[in-house]
């Protein structure tokens, strides 16, 4: 779907519509960019900082938080944000509160936190309602992705709580990040992003593990294509899925046009609505 208005400065989009029917999408940069829009298409226009002082998590990074994530939970919602820098593992997952998606309450660290010798990075933080308790999936690189339980209201992770590790490329830089988990009918999918390309995994309840479309577990390097580079559109990533009241779930995320560039302030917002029919979700 084609998208209108300010339809750059979407790196690692999270996207939310509030009641009154309007679009808000969150992204990386200027301490996590707001835009809006009257539809999911735009016109996209831009609104400011959600967090216009930095986090107060004290960690280099503060000034500029990565990959949000927003959820509503009863009448509030939940920005989450990365504290970091690039390539190093002092990192930290944010969260910051607000019921009206225009101003934001800082409520620093989740209790998600990494440091040099952790087997993952704590970023790209995702929360999810597995029908029974929340669930924050998050990690890049090093051991890749870690899911973890989160506490009701999903401020903290749950006292206790061990993280678990559900995805992992043994080879290479095990270049993988961004994960985002959906459910729909009886099947839980795990969405994430393998560079250059959108890859999935999926995981049915009783089977206690992601695999993909083959079998193969997602913690032995798993996963089924879903969108990859193509043309001028390059890198599709950062990647969530929203059920939209008239469109139905639609897989939104950021990607470079080759014709424009590449710097991040140039990745480009992209919709596709998704179709679950088959058990595979094909865009």
Known sequence: ????GVCNNAHDPALIRRDDGTYYRFSTGAK???HSAPSITGPWTYKGAAIPSGSSIDLTGKDDLWAPD???VGDTYYLYYSVSSFGSQNSAIGVATSTNLDS???HGSTGITSKA???YNAIDGALYWDGSKFVMSFGSFW???FSVNMANPPLKVLSGAASTNIAYKPDGSHAQEGAFIALNGNYHYLFFFCRPMLRLRYQQASRGGFVDKAGKKCTEGGGTTVLESHGWVYGPGGQGVYYDPSLGPVLYYHYV???IGYADGQKKFG???IDFSSGWPVV
Do not use: F, P, Q, Y
């Open 104 to 106: 934001w309450t800082d």
């Open 1 to 4: 779907m084609a998208c209108s």
């Open 143 to 145: 051991g890749d992705i």
């Open 70 to 72: 927003v959820t509503k």
């Open 271 to 273: 919709i596709n609505k």
């Open 32 to 34: 996590i960019s707001i």
């Open 257 to 259: 046009d080759t014709r």
């Open 117 to 119: 010798g952790k087997n």
